[in-house]
């Protein structure tokens, strides 16, 4: 059995509408002030068409995957 984290942060931008990004590979102590430093980190990196302008939020997805054969 195999549990794989992503997170997945939703931004805002400035033509009002809501950007998720999908980020694999989330350490597993990554909390809330991590994730939200690199949320602000990407948004004032603007290098995005989207125009990245806010955080709206964040989550961490696990899925947890069982080989049954191959």
């Known amino acids: 059995m195999a549990?794989?984290?992503v997170l997945k942060?939703?931004?805002?931008?400035?033509d009002d509408k809501e950007a998720l990004m999908t980020i694999p590979h989330i350490k597993d102590d990554a909390g809330q002030s991590d994730v939200k430093e690199?949320?602000?980190s990407v948004i004032a990196a603007d290098i995005f068409n989207a125009g990245l302008t806010s955080k709206i939020g964040a989550k961490v997805v696990e899925t947890e995957t069982t080989v049954l054969f191959g």
């Open 9 to 14: 942060a939703v931004f805002g931008t400035s």
């Open 3 to 5: 549990v794989t984290r």
């Open 38 to 40: 690199f949320m602000d």
